[in-house]
């Protein structure tokens, strides 16, 4: 038993720490909502907290060794006690008791679809338990968690969790499970909530939030398309987005649901990973690059300004020059207005990592500058054809110099606007400038008659 004055006591103060995605994001949320209708309050840092969740990411490299020492840096408050820990997110799910048995302060471990019993395994763990929670019961915890509560202008909505893919790469399907989609009441309930709650935008979230399905109020099967309609009828709601969607899931509807659903914002992040042939069947991506192809080309049909976003893994064991240049030409092809690249990490237990050939990190590294160095410019040349555009944007937070907000373009593109207007409103801006990461913008004056 380690030193820990203060587990006795009752924990008030929680700190809670979301690393990796935006489904961790969201829930990191959820667990500190059910942290707070226990009673407990929030605090800004770990060294303020009487209990310290961190909500961990296992989906590339060294996540193991960043857990142990992050614990290792959260151990000791600066008055000497120990805060309460536990681990929640992938990471938990994935190494489960193994991480109580290496890292002794840690009294609880708890997987991502068990998180809803949180303030069990708090009351189990005050009492000197060491609790470990991975299971993936038949209760969802979204049928438990409290109802959503002050929310800024853009808020998350899990709709879908999980994912029946089986890339060679990837952790997810171990880690978060089968695909599962929320049933549509349940979402629609959700959603009001939140607007209810201040929310203005809500981005759908799920691993593969495209392959939602469900049943609407009158009986009959829907699709995320579906979802959306209903979701663009709410008094209140301006803006619709959705991520992260797989080739293979995007329906005509949803295609569809970009030309003539008015909230759905024009962006779809829709990773490829990959454009060699041979890369992308190793990968099991189930597509190849033709069909992903056609895919975009079928959006901008619809929807011609849509903004295209994907992911890219450089370094797949067995990938050579030629297929790097396959890759390259893909996002040629695209033009991307943004995009996130990895390096290939070999992820436990995934058949990937025991595939012949790795690929030296410095060949990896050499890779992603030069990919990177294309997305950049492709994004900086999206921003700059946003010049003198008048458009719409959603006020989200305070900019670093006084009397700046900063909000989104419908694009997602970060735009920077000097105005006094409140956070959370959706205001008329002339672009007027244009960097690589953001916009600068001014409100937009009413034309003279
Ligand atoms: N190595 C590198 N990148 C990965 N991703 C998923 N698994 C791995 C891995 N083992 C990337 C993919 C995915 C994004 C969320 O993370 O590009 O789309
Ligand atoms: Fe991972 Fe592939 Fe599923 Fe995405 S589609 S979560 S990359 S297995």
């Not at 949320?29 to 907290?49: C, I, K, N, P």
């Amino acid at each position: 038993m380690t030193a820990n004055p203060d587990k006795s006591a009752s924990p008030q103060r929680y700190f809670v720490k979301s690393y990796g995605c935006q489904m961790n994001a969201y829930d990191g949320e959820r667990m500190g909502e059910l942290l707070g209708t226990s009673g407990m309050v929030a605090v800004e840092t770990a060294d303020e907290a009487d209990i310290v969740l961190l909500n961990t990411c296992h989906i590339r490299e060294r996540s193991v060794d960043k857990l142990y020492s992050e614990i290792g840096r959260m151990r000791v408050r600066p008055d000497g006690t120990s805060p309460m820990m536990a681990v929640a997110g992938c990471v938990a799910q994935a190494e489960g008791a193994e991480i109580s048995r290496r890292a002794r302060e840690v009294d609880i471990v708890v997987g991502p679809q068990a998180y809803h019993r949180l303030p069990d395994l708090i009351a189990r763990a005050r009492k000197g338990e060491r609790v470990v929670d991975t299971d993936m019961p038949v209760e969802s915890k979204f049928d438990v968690l409290p109802k959503r509560k002050r929310q800024g202008p853009s808020a998350f909505l899990t709709v879908q969790e999980g994912c029946d893919k089986f890339c060679t790469y990837c952790v997810v399907p171990y880690t978060r499970g089968a695909e599962v989609s929320r049933p549509w009441a349940a979402v629609m309930d959700e959603a009001r909530a939140l607007i209810d709650a201040g929310a203005v935008e809500i981005t759908l979230l799920g691993q593969n939030v495209n392959a939602w399905t469900g049943v609407d109020e009158k009986g009959q099967a829907q699709g995320l398309d579906g979802l959306i309609r209903a979701l663009d009828r709410l008094n209140g709601l301006a803006r619709i987005r959705y991520t992260t969607s797989h080739p293979m899931d995007m329906t005509e509807g949803l295609i569809h649901a970009h030309k003539d659903v008015e909230k759905l914002m024009p962006f779809l992040h829709l990773p490829v990973q990959s454009g060699s042939e041979r890369i992308l069947k190793a990968m099991n991506r189930s597509h190849d690059r033709d069909t992903y192809l056609r895919i975009i080309e079928r959006v901008r049909a619809v929807r011609p300004d849509i903004a295209i976003s994907g992911d890219f893994i450089v370094g797949f064991p067995g990938e050579t020059d030629r297929d790097f240049e396959d890759t390259l030409q893909i996002i040629r092809d695209v033009d991307y207005s943004l995009a996130f690249s990895f390096k290939y990490s070999p992820r436990p237990g995934t058949p990937a990592a025991t595939m012949e050939d790795h690929v030296s990190d410095a060949v990896m590294s050499e890779r992603l500058q030069l990919l990177q160095g294309l997305l950049n410019e492709q994004q900086h040349r999206f921003n700059q054809a946003a010049l003198g555009r008048r458009t719409n944007v959603l006020l989200e937070r305070l900019g670093k110099k006084p009397g700046q907000k900063i909000g989104k373009s419908p694009w997602l593109q970060s735009v920077i606007v000097d105005t006094d207007l409140p956070i959370g409103s959706l205001i008329e801006v002339d672009i007027q400038t244009a960097g690589p990461n953001s916009l600068g913008a001014t409100l937009a004056m009413e034309e003279a008659a």
